[in-house]
């Protein structure tokens, strides 16, 4: 009996229009988050999605939304809580901790030293002796000769130490500024990546449009991109992200001595293995992409043939290069600000 029922929802299933069957899978996914639910739907239906705009599905959400929520508002969490972790940690907080202990020990030995000049002139102004002896003379002194020498040697004192602590307040600025930089190109690089992700629908519907004129999906080629780099990459995304935060602000999180122990070896197999694991989810959204617009798919998908791989793939790389140029810009900018500041 089981059976039979089941076949008898497969047909009724099968005599319904594109629409309603969208429907229907939007209606039977679990789960309360939007997010999730629509994910599962374009990864179990990429052929309907033409029809999602047409079906009215309640709480269904647009496709810059849900690119936005998907892999965009993910990255900003990741990259903020990246950020608080990091800021004030890593080699560059261990040499500010040591240049305040190295200035205070040697401002305390100053101040000694001002301290005990002064003792000394107010011994000599109470001394009922015409002559002294000072250790900055090889020969006895008046009580003038002693005084003025004393309060020169004072002011020479108080002013070695000014310019001291001029000195290392701005070598403090300096690595301040480079901290807070780095700490913010360490934790905004990753949020460029998917930033990059997102802002390459446009590019890539450009060019893709003119591999297939004929295609009547074409010109929703944006907002099919937009629904697969993120129903695809949803947990990729953080892998990748979290690949990035790793050799990015490894050393923050007290992995240098592991990063120099293992070689330049280690980094040649990581950063292939980052870019077989962004190539892979390429492929999968281009495999996701000839479904939607019902075109016939290459022989291999990893081939040169497929044309949707390879705009995918330039039209990320342009993107994320223009966008991480911009910030690296603004973020020497800051610096230059910050370590300049009065």
């Not at 907080?93 to 002064?118: F, N, V, Y």
């Not at 020169?152 to 701005?170: F, P, V």
């Not at 990459?233 to 122990?261: E, H, K, Q, R």
Request: glycine share 6%; with cysteine.
């Amino acid at each position: 009996m089981e059976s039979v029922y089941q076949d008898e929802a497969q047909v009724s299933e099968v005599g319904l229009t594109p629409q309603d069957q969208l429907r229907l899978q939007w209606r039977q996914q679990p789960g309360a988050v939007p997010l999730l639910r629509q994910k599962n739907v374009i990864d179990q239906n990429a052929e309907l999605l033409p029809f999602a705009a047409v079906a009215g599905l309640r709480g269904w959400i647009s496709p810059g939304m849900f690119a936005l929520q998907g892999l965009v508002l993910i990255a900003v969490i990741a990259a903020g809580m990246n950020w608080l972790t990091t800021r004030h940690s890593g080699k560059l907080e261990e040499d500010i901790t040591a240049l305040q202990a190295g200035s205070k020990i040697e401002i305390k030995r100053q101040e000694e030293i001002i301290a005990a000049t002064q003792a000394e002139i107010r011994r000599i102004s109470s001394s009922p002796n015409s002559t002294f002896k000072l250790h900055i003379s090889a020969t006895p002194l008046s009580r003038e000769q002693a005084l003025a020498a004393l309060n020169s040697s004072l002011e020479e004192s108080r002013s070695s130490e000014e310019q001291y602590k001029e000195k290392m307040a701005a070598r403090e600025r300096h690595l301040r500024a480079r901290q807070s930089t780095m700490a913010i190109v360490n934790s905004g690089s990753p949020l460029i990546f998917s930033l990059a992700l997102f802002l390459a629908a446009g590019l890539f519907s450009q060019g893709a449009q003119k591999e297939f004129p004929r295609n009547r999906h074409a010109r929703n080629l944006a907002d099919y991109y937009l629904y697969f780099i993120t129903a695809e990459g949803l947990w990729p995304n953080l892998v990748l992200l979290a690949f990035l935060f790793v050799a990015l602000s490894g050393s923050d999180y007290g992995f240098d001595g592991l990063f120099s122990s293992v070689g330049p070896l280690f980094w040649v197999v990581f950063w292939i293995g980052f870019y077989a694991l962004l190539l892979r989810f390429f492929v999968m959204t281009a495999r996701g992409l000839y479904r939607a617009m019902q075109a016939r798919p290459p022989a291999s998908e990893w081939g040169f043939d497929n044309q949707l791989l390879f705009r995918i793939h330039n039209s990320f790389f342009i993107v994320f290069a223009g966008l991480e140029a911009v910030f690296l810009a603004l973020c020497y900018a800051f610096y230059f600000l910050q370590s300049h500041a009065a």
